[in-house]
């Protein structure tokens, strides 16, 4: 199995930028898809991107689609969320989560991996 370990929590205000990271380890990182999910206080934690073994595929939530950009350094046993104009409902706790097949869901029920999650804060 892998275990994940995010981390870059901060607090910005509206229109900034942060980036979030989810260090790997155990088994081999770049076997595995990644996820990006979100939880905001009293809410269901939402998938926010996923991204494929090699990097080549995405795929965003429409509320966060050409503004933040997930990738990933195999070498490094790293995925990375980078997030531009940066909104108040944006504030929540960011998991990143495996999964070891190819594709690319966004159910919370699909992936079997998760990071412990970091607490990004947008004030208005």
């Known amino acids: 199995q892998v275990q994940l370990v995010e981390s870059g929590e901060g607090l910005v205000q509206a229109g900034g930028s942060l980036r979030v990271s989810c260090a790997g380890s155990?088994?081999?990182?770049?076997?595995?898809?990644m996820g990006w999910f979100r939880q905001a206080p009293g809410k269901e934690r939402e998938f926010v991107a996923a991204?494929?073994?090699?990097?080549?595929?995405?795929r965003y939530a429409d509320s966060v689609k050409g503004r933040f950009t997930v990738s990933r350094d195999n070498t490094k046993n790293t995925l990375y969320l980078q997030m531009n104009s940066l909104k108040p409902e944006d504030t929540a706790v960011y998991y990143c989560?495996?999964?070891?097949?190819?594709?690319?869901?966004?159910?919370?029920?699909?992936?079997?991996?998760w990071g412990q999650g970091t607490q990004v804060t947008v004030s208005s």
């Open positions: 991204i494929s073994w090699g990097g080549a595929t995405t």
């Open positions: 155990g088994r081999t990182f770049s076997n595995y898809v």
């Open positions: 989560a495996a999964r070891a097949s190819g594709e690319l869901f966004t159910a919370q029920r699909d992936y079997a991996y």
